[in-house]
């Protein structure tokens, strides 16, 4: 008896799981709305800005500088855009900027520290940093650096001199009283010095690292004169020890 055909029935493929693409899609939309809902609420904004450790830019300088506002996008500018910005303020050494959810956007800035002061014509006192740049002494600012004198001419050796006496600890500057260019053919930048404690100095912005501790060594030791710190040093007394003593001997007849 012959074999009927059979046709071999096929597996059915499996249907498409449309409940979970559903489920998807509505999970996205979700967070979409949720999204939106945040970044238009107060929670995504900036409340709260503070600054610490300026002394020479205001609070409103810094903001302004800064670019960023309370009440702006709190993800809307990032830190490093922040830095760049207020970084540019010349009196700034480096910049921190601490960001803080929610809201919250904590700036901290360095400033090049003061290493000389200058008098202006107009009785206006400002402080050179350490880095040449100059800025306004609000009143009653204590004046533990030496005075500028005579600088204007000589911008190139004023950033130069302005650069070492920041690099020199204040131990060897503490004494220095007032300091004025003094330049000749052989020493470009030559500089006249003087102490709170009565001595005149010449040397060079390029010697002075090197010279300054023999120098406070000669001012604990010795009386008030001329020191040379050049190639050579020398120094020579104002008032001759010798007579200064029979001064001091001497008596009076009548």
């Known amino acids: 008896m012959p074999k009927s055909n059979i046709p071999v029935l096929k597996n059915p493929k499996p249907k498409k799981n449309t409940s979970r693409k559903v489920a998807a899609l509505l999970i996205v939309l979700f967070i979409v709305l949720l999204s939106v809902l945040f970044f238009r609420s107060s929670l995504s904004k900036i409340s709260d800005i503070q600054f610490r450790g300026s002394t020479y830019s205001t609070n409103e300088e810094l903001l302004k500088q800064s670019g960023i506002q309370i009440g702006e996008n709190f993800f809307g500018t990032s830190a490093g855009t922040i830095i760049k910005r207020i970084s ?17 956007v904590e700036i901290t800035v360095k400033e090049y520290p003061p290493v000389a002061y200058e008098l202006s014509k107009e009785g206006k006192l ?129």
């Not at 540019?88 to 919250?104: L, M």
């Not at 023999?214 to 050049?230: A, F, S, V, W």
């Open 88 to 104: 540019k303020i010349p009196s700034i050494q480096s910049v921190t900027v601490d960001k803080r959810f929610p809201g919250t």
């Open 126 to 254: 400002t402080a050179y940093l350490s880095n040449g740049s100059k800025v306004l002494v609000k009143q009653g600012t204590s004046l533990e650096k030496p005075m500028l004198s005579g600088w204007e001419k000589d911008q190139v050796n004023l950033l130069k001199l302005c650069s070492t006496l920041g690099k020199m600890p204040d131990d060897l500057t503490s004494d220095f009283s007032e300091i004025l260019p003094s330049p000749t053919l052989s020493f470009a930048d030559r500089i006249k010095l003087y102490t709170r404690s009565g001595f005149e100095v010449l040397t060079t912005i390029s010697l002075l690292p090197e010279k300054a501790e023999y120098l406070n060594d000669i001012i604990e030791t010795q009386q008030p004169g001329l020191i040379t710190m050049l190639e050579a040093d020398t120094y020579v007394p104002f008032v001759d020890p010798s007579q200064a003593e029979d001064g001091e001997n001497g008596t009076t007849h009548e």
